[in-house]
C-alpha cells in the first residue's frame, strides 16, 4: 500500500492510481475469533481493547462489481470499536457467519478475523464493473450504511432493509485499515478543506444526529426547540449541539467535568449541566429509580434554560432513559439511538402517556441523510469534533479512551496518512470557515 500512498501524497492521477499494482495484503486492525472469549467473566469495564484489537497484515479480498477499493488515509475509533474489542453485547463473528450464508459476495466476509472500523477517509483506487459514479483518485468519505437496495423495504428509507448493516462492525474489511472495500453506494465527496483525519472522523457521528435531531425520520427539530443533549461534548454529541445551534434550537448540554463544560461553552452552547458536578443518582441501587432525582434534573434544566425540553437526545440508556422520559416536555419527544450504560431501560409509563410524551428510536442514516450531513461539513456549518489522533498501531490506546470515557469529540486515527494535517485541497476556503473553528475540539484537547 505505501507506493498507493507515495502517488496519493505525490497528488497522481486517478490513471496512475489504477496502474499501481494491488499487493496480496494490507495491514489492518482486527479481532480474532479464537480469542471471542478472553474477557469471559470480567466486568465491562475490565474488558481492555488493548488485550484484543491487533494490528497485522490480512489478505486482500476480491472486489464485487459494485464495490470500490479504498487506500484509508485516515480512520477513527466509534463506540462500536469497543463494542466489537469487548465482545459485547455480542461477538461480532455472528455477524459475520449471517453474512457470509446471504450470498457468494457475502462469504468472504465470514473469516476467522474481523478487520473493524465504520469511519474512513481516503482516495478509490479501483471500482467494481457496475460502478457508475466513482473513479480511480476520488478523494472520499466512507458512511457506514451497508444495504444492497435488492430490498423492496429499503426503498422508502435504506435503513428499513431486513439486511442492512453498519460496515465494519457487522460487515468485515472495516475503515481502521491501510485499504477498505466499500460498496459504491456508502461513497461521499470529501470536504476539501479538511485535512485526512478531521474528514476522517464525521461520517458515523455526524450522520446519526442528524437523523435523530433534523431529519423527519428523526425528531425533526424546529427553530425554539429546547434540545437536551447527554454526552454533549461526545462523539454524537459534539455534532448535536451543533445542529441544534444551526436550526435556530437551544441546547441544553449534559457533561461530566469542567472542562467539557467549558468547551461547550465555546461550541455557543450556554446552558451547561455538568453532571458529576450535580452528583445525580437516578438509580439508588441496581433496581430502584428515585423521582426525587429526576425532579432536581428537570429543575437544573429549567434552572439554565427556563422551560422543558421539547427533545431530549438519548443514548446513555439504562442510567439515563427514566429521567429523560420524565424531564421531556409535554407532548415532547425522547429520541434514541443507543444504551451504553445497559438496554434493559426503565421509565415510569405514567409520564409518557399522561403528558402525550414519545420515544422514537433512531439508527445511523440512510445514504441520503448521510449525504446530506456531509454536504453540511463541505459547506463549513458543521464543525469536525477531531479531539486526539493515534497511528493505527496504536488503535487499542485509542480505543481505551472512548471505552473509558477519557476523551471528548473524535478520536482519528492515521492509517496511510503520514502525519497530521495533510490532504487539504482548499485551504482558501478552510481560512473562510476559520482555523479555529474547525480545530476547536484538538486545541482544547491539547
Ligand atoms: P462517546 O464519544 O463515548 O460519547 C458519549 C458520551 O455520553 C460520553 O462522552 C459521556 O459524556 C456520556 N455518557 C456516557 N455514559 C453516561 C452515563 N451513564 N450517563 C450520562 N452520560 C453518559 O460515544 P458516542 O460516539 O457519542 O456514542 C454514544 C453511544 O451511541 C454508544 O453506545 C454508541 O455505540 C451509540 N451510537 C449509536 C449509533 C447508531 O447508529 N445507533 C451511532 C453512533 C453511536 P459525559 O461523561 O461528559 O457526560
Request: charged share 25%.
Amino acid at each position: 500500500m505505501e507506493a498507493f500512498r507515495d502517488a496519493i501524497l505525490a497528488g497522481a492521477p486517478g490513471e496512475e492510481l489504477a496502474r499501481i499494482p494491488l499487493p496480496e495484503s494490507y495491514r489492518a486492525a482486527f479481532v480474532r475469533k479464537d480469542e471471542a472469549g478472553l474477557f469471559s467473566g470480567l466486568s465491562s469495564r475490565e474488558k481492555d481493547p488493548r488485550a484484543s484489537l491487533h494490528v497485522d497484515q490480512v489478505a486482500v479480498p476480491e472486489l464485487a462489481p459494485d464495490e470500490c477499493y479504498v487506500a484509508v488515509m485516515a480512520s477513527s475509533i466509534n463506540f462500536n470499536t469497543v463494542w466489537s474489542a469487548i465482545f459485547e453485547p455480542l461477538p461480532t463473528f455472528g455477524f459475520l457467519e449471517r453474512l457470509g450464508r446471504e450470498s457468494e459476495w457475502g462469504m468472504r466476509h465470514d473469516l476467522p478475523y474481523h478487520v473493524i472500523g465504520s469511519d474512513a477517509c481516503g482516495v478509490v483506487i479501483r471500482a467494481g464493473s457496475a460502478v457508475r459514479d466513482w473513479r480511480p483518485g476520488d478523494r472520499v468519505v466512507v458512511h457506514c450504511n451497508y444495504v444492497d437496495g435488492q430490498d423492496p423495504r429499503s426503498h422508502d428509507d435504506a435503513m428499513m432493509g431486513a439486511n442492512q448493516r453498519i460496515w465494519g462492525f457487522e460487515t468485515n474489511f472495516g475503515g481502521l485499515a491501510d485499504l477498505s472495500v466499500v460498496r459504491a453506494n456508502q461513497l461521499l465527496a470529501k470536504p476539501e478543506h479538511l485535512s485526512w483525519e478531521e474528514a476522517a472522523v464525521n461520517a458515523l457521528c455526524n450522520s446519526t444526529s442528524y437523523r435523530m435531531l433534523v431529519s423527519r425520520n428523526g425528531a425533526a427539530m424546529k427553530q425554539g426547540d429546547v434540545v437536551l443533549i447527554w454526552g454533549a461534548t461526545g462523539g454524537l454529541g459534539g455534532y448535536a449541539v451543533q445542529y441544534v445551534l444551526n436550526g435556530g434550537g437551544m441546547p441544553v448540554g449534559v457533561v461530566s467535568s469542567a472542562s467539557k463544560a467549558k468547551l461547550l461553552e465555546a461550541l455557543g452552547c450556554e446552558a451547561v449541566i455538568d453532571r458529576s458536578e450535580k452528583g445525580y443518582r437516578f438509580w439508588t441501587d441496581g433496581h430502584t429509580q428515585d423521582e426525587a432525582e429526576w425532579r432536581r434534573f428537570g429543575k437544573d434544566i429549567r434552572e439554565v434554560i427556563g422551560e422543558d425540553p421539547d427533545i431530549v437526545f438519548e443514548h446513555p440508556g439504562r442510567q439515563t432513559m427514566g429521567a429523560s422520559v420524565f424531564v421531556a416536555k409535554r407532548g415532547g419527544v425522547v429520541v434514541t439511538c443507543a444504551a451504553t450504560s445497559g438496554y434493559m431501560v426503565e421509565y415510569d409509563n405514567r409520564h409518557l402517556w399522561m403528558k402525550l410524551k414519545s420515544i422514537k428510536s433512531s439508527h445511523f442514516a440512510n445514504y441520503r441523510e448521510a449525504f446530506e450531513a456531509n454536504r453540511l461539513i463541505r459547506l463549513g456549518k458543521i464543525q469536525p469534533t477531531l479531539s486526539a489522533l493515534y497511528p493505527l498501531e496504536e488503535v487499542g490506546e485509542a480505543a481505551a479512551q472512548v471505552h473509558y470515557n477519557l476523551h471528548e469529540g473524535k478520536i482519528g486515527v492515521l492509517c496511510l496518512a503520514p502525519a497530521e494535517g495533510l490532504g487539504v485541497a482548499d485551504p482558501q476556503f478552510r481560512a473562510k470557515v476559520g482555523e479555529d473553528r474547525i480545530t476547536m475540539f484538538r486545541r482544547l484537547d491539547s
